[in-house]
């Protein structure tokens, strides 16, 4: 192409620790010629002293919507008003038909068209005409309602597809560009919500990991202690509790394991007190929200990944550990499956059943040779379908044709 698209992309947090992968994918589109310009709604997760050199770089470069403050908001809204009347109340009218006219939902959609009208004002005022979102689709759609530009979107679930009504999926399907699913598992769902003519917009591009950067780790065939892992966001949905139930389990039948929890969240305390009430406070540890150069050493140190979540789309976290050939374990929820075949990358389990996983992390340590087979076709699948680069040259190639 001789010139590359002018894209902005447009995030609900930038960066934060538990999405590094909008962080890998802005960076290899950065290397490939692209240069988005990037939008995000909230600030940075953590200070700068808490964040790698890449983080901070990209910190400073982005566009932070609620930086604007209540004077910003309403300049640009005046603004807007005064430049365009009639795309502004298209895109005011469009958010007000979004929210079913129900009270909580409308206060909602009208944040979203706030917020909208300030993106849309940075791209205009910096010269983009399309824009890409991930976890801000909403906020996209209204802006490609109110502003002469294009939009799309990469759509992870498990979330939209629980209530496709309440994230708009048809009309999404209907006014975006393009949607991405990271995952057949995700394009076959957004697919039965569109209409038929719309399905064509749908592609998939899957996420992925670098191969180079999480590369395999000594493996240690009668480790002691035990050493587990488990990667996600401290909330109800990752359910960290099947796990410490398993946990327990394990170490009531004399295993000598030890089990780190990384990342934050609204259960932190709960779940403190949870291994405090269990007895695990010398097997459990909670390692708190890390950056990538901080959690590559647990990652290093593990002889086993778990991951217990209720629901995931395709979870990155386990494409890290298998790339660096951890044997897995994880539950058999929505795109999972895709990820991990059961019994060839690593061993399913149904959800919120501590007694089945607590039967999965004891065969893979009672089996060396087991754990030892998963963990070598883990890495080859990563390889396969799951490579970043590889992933992010597709990705390329999508926006070079629709655009």
Known sequence: ???????????????????????????????????????????????????????????????????????GFLATHARTLTRSPLRYVTGLIQAVKLSGFVPRR???????????IVAGNWMRINGFRHLHSHFSSTVAMLVGATFPITWSATLHGPDEFSDPTGFHLKEKCRSSLFLV??????????????????????????????????????????PEPFELLCVGRLAPVKSHSTLLAAVGILTAQGRALRLRIAGDGPL????????????????????????????????????????????????????????????????????????IRNEVEGLLVQPSDP?????????LMDSSLLRRQLAA???????????????????????????
């Open 106 to 116: 409308l206060a909602f959609h009208l944040a979203y068209f706030a917020e909208a």
């Open 268 to 339: 932190r305390a709960s779940l403190q007190a949870e291994i405090t009430a269990r007895k695990l406070d010398s097997v459990v540890s909670l390692e708190g929200a890390l950056n990538q150069d901080r959690l590559l050493p647990l990652y290093a140190a593990a002889d086993m990944f778990v991951l217990p979540s209720l629901a995931e789309g395709v979870p990155v976290v386990l494409m890290e550990a298998m790339a660096m050939e951890i044997a897995c374990v994880a539950t058999a929820v929505n795109g999972v499956p895709e990820l």
């Open 1 to 71: 192409m001789s010139q590359p698209p002018r894209i902005a992309y447009l995030v609900s947090q930038y960066p934060a620790t538990n999405h590094t992968f909008i962080l890998r994918e802005i960076l290899g589109l950065r290397e490939l010629g692209l240069e988005p310009g990037v939008i995000s709604i909230r600030p940075a997760d953590r200070a700068p002293q808490q964040m790698t050199p890449a983080e901070c770089a990209e910190a400073r470069a982005t566009f932070y919507v609620k930086d604007a403050g209540v004077w």
């Open 181 to 222: 699913a990271i995952s057949e598992h995700g394009r076959d769902r957004l697919s039965r919500f569109a209409d038929p003519e719309d399905r064509e917009r749908i592609t998939v591009c899957r996420l992925g990991v670098d191969p180079v950067l999480f590369s395999p780790v000594p493996f240690r065939p009668h």
């Open 355 to 363: 007694e089945s996983l607590a039967k999965a992390i004891a065969r």
């Open 377 to 403: 076709a883990g890495r080859q699948r990563v390889l396969e379908l799951y490579d970043i680069n590889r992933n992010i040259n597709a990705l390329r190639d999508i926006f070079e044709k629709c655009l």
